[in-house]
Nanobody
């Protein structure tokens, strides 16, 4: 069983940056792909970014490509999401997730473990 805890959310003005962290416990995630999702107010949960188990391959939603960077530190059992040039439409609860295998996916149904989420609010 894997427990995931997100941190680093907060309020920021448009154009600002935040760095989210996802700390895993219960077992090592070094053999797992990891993903970030978000749920904007009144909307469904959506894919943001994912990284494979080595960190050598990543995937991003078109809406965040070029602004967000996903990375991982397997020694610290932690995954990060660097968010730059934030926009009001990035406002959402951000979730860290693990599919339970080495390859990443963009669908929520393919992820087995989820964190509780961290709120990100971007004001104009």
């Amino acid at each position: 069983q894997v427990q995931l805890v997100e941190s680093g959310g907060g309020s920021v003005q448009a154009g600002g940056s935040l760095r989210l962290s996802c700390a895993a416990s219960g077992r090592t995630i070094s053999s797992y792909a990891m993903g970030w999702f978000r749920r904007p107010p009144g909307k469904e949960r959506e894919f943001v970014a994912a990284i494979n188990w080595t960190g050598g391959s990543t995937n991003y939603a078109d809406s965040v490509k070029g602004r967000f960077i996903i990375s991982r530190d397997n020694a610290k059992n932690t995954v990060f999401l660097q968010m730059n040039s934030l926009k009001p439409e990035d406002t959402a609860v951000y979730f860290c997730a693990a599919p339970g295998g080495p390859y990443f996916y963009a669908q929520t149904r393919d992820y087995k473990y989820w964190g509780q989420g961290t709120q990100v609010t971007v004001s104009s």
